[in-house]
């Protein structure tokens, strides 16, 4: 008999697997589930982002392209942050297109961190960053935002977070799970700190799109002396509804982004090459395709934020994404507890906080990226379920 840990690199069996996939898998076996869990739009990809990508087959562009991807895609993207973000990039060589904003994120990591060196993470945040560090043999450091401060980052807790081994930040936002965003004076501050302690920065901004109000998003690499220090990770994936496509982008300083390509180049190659054309098209004439989606994503948002508040749940009105993250701490359940009663009673399935790092515990997060009748519908259940608990939230 075999024993294949003697084979298995010990530092992925000592990864835990998803919270997120957990529930996305029961929910899979069951009949009648309403799953508010998986990040996924539910509109199609534009038609004529799918037509695109339908005549680059027919046209027999099937091809491997630059290792860092097509240069009219790379132009695109530079346009793309210059005209929406203000910062200026060189499609020659500060941009690489991935497979997807996660291989963008990890080839970050791996270019950036050696072992021991220590990784700021901020928490809750997407469940890949600590397993990259991890896999890198660095050191993950949760970095905990706080529902008081409407889960931004402040400078305080970032400057009594950083040691003379910490080498990478990773700001995520606008944040999944809990949709909150940094405002520009937020920024500001954190940058001081940054560029104090000589920190790099990845910054996840996959969400950047999907902002309500008046005010867009800001990315870090805006500010005065961050260009040079951040990494920015985006993609096709939330803004165009093109998830199965699996089409990121990095953008980032020269000698960083070379790196990074070099690790693409062994371990990918180029990315997939329809979905390229298909991204260039969704650039240049996609703009009217976000805004609806947005407009769509914020009734929902407005909608799902209030009727959680009226079932008595609190639940701070997150301003990007498409995640609410309501607590249950009334409820006396811990957030594994909730989501594993509430989806085996009633077939509802959302994903505990504490997948997205300890400090979501008391935490649940809920998408709204699918109908209002079945988020009005997975409501009305889970209202009975707090009802059934015996909870009085005031109603």
Not at 19 to 36: C, P, Q, W, Y
Not at 69 to 91: Q, V
Not at 226 to 250: C, P, Q
Not at 325 to 350: H, N, Q, W, Y
Request: hydrophobic share 35%; charged share 25%; glycine share 8%.
């Amino acid at each position: 008999m075999i024993n294949y840990d003697d084979f298995i690199n010990e530092r992925i069996i000592n990864i835990k697997p998803s919270g997120i996939r957990k529930f996305f898998s029961i929910a899979e076996e069951m009949d009648n589930v309403i799953s508010l869990g998986v990040g996924e739009p539910d509109f199609l990809t534009p038609w004529h982002i799918r037509k695109t990508g339908i005549e680059t087959l027919e046209y027999g562009k099937t091809r491997y392209t630059a290792n860092a991807g097509l240069i009219e895609l790379r132009r695109e993207i530079a346009e793309h942050y210059k005209n929406n973000y203000h910062i200026e990039y060189d499609p020659s060589g500060e941009v690489l297109v991935t497979v997807g904003g996660s291989e963008g994120i990890d080839m970050c990591i791996r270019t950036i961190i050696a072992p021991g060196d220590e990784v700021l993470i901020v928490e809750p945040s997407f469940v890949c960053y600590k397993p990259i560090v991890e896999m890198c043999g660095g050191v993950a450091v949760p970095l905990e935002t706080k529902n008081e401060n409407n889960f931004r980052l402040t400078a305080k807790e970032l400057e009594e977070a950083i040691t003379d081994k910490t080498k990478l930040l990773v700001l995520p936002f606008p944040n999944n799970p809990t949709g909150a965003v940094m405002r520009k004076d937020d920024l500001v501050a954190i940058a001081k700190v940054i560029k104090a302690h000589n920190l790099f920065v990845l910054s996840d901004e996959i969400y950047s799109a999907l902002t309500y109000g008046d005010q867009k998003h800001v990315s870090i690499a805006s500010i005065s002396g961050m260009k040079e220090r951040t990494v920015v990770i985006n993609g096709f994936s939330k803004t165009y509804s093109m998830t199965g496509w699996r089409l990121g982008y990095a953008l980032g300083p020269k000698p960083v982004i070379e790196q990074m390509t070099k690790l693409h180049q062994f371990a990918i190659m180029s990315a997939p090459t329809n979905s390229q054309y298909a991204a260039i098209e969704a650039l240049r004439n996609g703009d009217s395709d976000i805004e609806k989606m947005r407009e769509d994503y914020d009734m929902r948002r407005r909608y799902t934020v209030n009727a959680f508040r009226e079932i008595g749940l609190d639940c701070f009105e997150p301003e990007g994404a498409f995640y609410i993250f309501p607590c249950i701490k009334s409820t006396g359940l811990t957030s594994d507890e909730f989501c594993e009663r509430l989806i085996m009673s009633k077939r509802v399935a959302v994903i505990p906080g504490n997948a997205f790092g300890e400090c979501g515990e008391g935490f649940i997060r809920v998408s709204y990226c699918y109908s209002i009748e079945n988020i009005r519908e997975a409501v009305r259940r889970i209202e009975e379920f707090i009802k059934e608990l015996g909870v009085d939230n005031g109603n």
